[in-house]
């Protein structure tokens, strides 16, 4: 049996064809050197995705409107950044469909809300040339609720498990 190009027999045992064909691939990549017989791996292709999660405030609260396919909602939330002094925020464009779309129609303005899907810069004309603009097509929606200042209530002491 050949050493593979970790030098563990006993690896290539154990998880059989799987294994070897991940080794011709890296011994292709031309990790292991050029040997006799192997063909070079084709070009890889990283998947082109950029998924974001952000938490925020609403900066007016959504209407449903009618797509050409689909209902959808646009916002826009607000991004807190910093503390004190050096509190700055960022705006951020958002767009949802379907259910999801109906649920951020829902969420009143200024309402914290955690939001997932995917990012991308959105190039359009404006008055004084080509813009860009963040946006974030929504793939899930979740509603935040914390205590405002002044609402925390003490727990009773026969809640405390210990």
Not at 42 to 65: C, E, I, N, W
Not at 116 to 125: A, H, I, K, L, V
């Amino acid at each position: 049996m050949p050493i593979n190009t970790l030098g563990l027999r006993q690896t290539e045992k154990a998880y059989g064809k799987k294994y070897r064909l991940n080794r011709v691939m890296r011994r292709g990549a031309g990790l292991s050197g050029r040997q006799k017989g192997h063909k070079p791996m084709p070009d890889l292709r990283m998947p082109q995705h950029s998924k974001l999660t952000v938490t925020g405030r609403t900066t007016r609260q959504g209407s449903l409107k009618q797509g050409p396919k689909a209902d959808y909602c646009d916002v826009s939330i607000a991004v807190d950044r910093g503390f004190g002094e050096d509190k700055t925020a960022w705006f951020l464009n958002c767009r949802a469909f379907g259910k999801t779309a109906e649920r951020l129609a829902k969420v009143p303005k200024g309402a914290p809300v955690l939001l997932d899907g995917d990012f991308e810069m959105r190039t359009w004309e404006g008055r004084d040339g080509l813009r860009t603009d963040p946006h974030l097509d929504i793939r899930s929606l979740d509603e935040l609720a914390w205590a405002e200042k002044g609402e925390d209530e003490p727990v009773p002491e026969e809640d405390i498990p210990f």
